[in-house]
């Protein structure tokens, strides 16, 4: 199994130019991030991020384009209109990062219901499909009533309406089990067949796999034996440090 570290919600205990480096000291190849930028950033910025990742001789594996302020309650800016110019300037500096970086995944959250357009989030998904040399990823979140994609046939619905080639399922197994999704139903067609990236943790609590009542960690091994080959995120808050949390996942 190939695991990816996601440097927005582990190691946060150091500096964010760091935290690569942590994880390859770690034993990872990969690191995952949601938008680590506050807005568009500037070319210094950028170059900070950038060079902490290849300097750390890691794989970007996947990267959020802008989402908005998570703390403050906004889930994705893909859906308004007022915030098209500002997601698809992101989108470009994204693409920038991910031609330096190899990166293929992206992250695009819709954002939440309340003054969103429909006919703007199709638009900009088209257009970050395009612009975008990978994979659009389209992920149900949890904890947000107001988010448009709470299970993974909102997501697969999202993807089908957009038309556009290479949108597909991020199966976040915390966010689906907490909304009820059936976990196995996704190692099976037709569902399988459409996950662009997997991410992991376990409920309740959003920690490291198998401190809750998910079975991620037997998850884990029934994704090990459909054969997939793709990497999966580790997308949780660790209950202690970031180290001793990785002592509990299958195959390392």
């Known amino acids: 199994m190939r695991y990816d570290v996601n440097v927005s919600i582990l190691f946060t205990e150091l500096e ?14 990969g690191v995952e991030s949601w938008w680590p930028f506050r807005g568009v950033p500037g070319d210094r910025e950028v170059e900070r991020f950038v060079r902490s990742v290849a300097d750390a001789g890691v794989q970007l594996v996947s990267l959020n384009v802008p989402h908005g302020d998570l703390a403050a309650g906004e889930r994705g800016l893909a859906a308004f209109p007022g915030r098209t110019a500002e997601f698809r300037d992101g989108v470009d500096v994204a693409a920038g990062i991910a031609e330096r970086l190899g990166c293929r995944l992206f992250n695009v959250l819709p954002g939440n219901r309340t003054g969103a357009s429909r ?13 975008l040399d990978g994979t659009v990823l389209l ?13 993974a046939a909102d997501a697969l619905a999202l993807a089908d309406e957009a038309g556009a080639d290479g949108v597909r399922l991020l ?10 999704d059936d976990l196995d139903a996704l190692l099976a067609p ?24 998910l079975g991620v960690i037997a998850w884990l091994d029934r ?9 999966v995120g580790l997308e949780y808050v660790p209950t202690g440090s970031s180290v001793d949390s990785f002592g509990r996942l299958p195959g390392r």
Do not use: K, M
């Open 16 to 29: 964010p130019e760091r935290r690569p480096a942590a994880a390859a000291a770690a034993g990872f190849a």
């Open 119 to 131: 006919d703007v989030l199709l638009d900009n998904l088209a257009f970050a499909a395009e612009r």
């Open 223 to 231: 994704l090990a034996a459909t054969g997939y080959d793709g990497w």
């Open 190 to 213: 037709p569902l399988f067949e459409r996950i662009g990236h997997v991410q992991v943790a376990d409920a309740p609590g959003r920690h490291e796999p198998g401190t809750g009542t």
């Open 139 to 151: 992920e149900p979140l949890s904890g947000a009533p107001d988010y448009p994609l709470l299970h």
């Open 171 to 180: 199966a976040d197994v915390y966010h689906l089990g907490v909304n009820g």
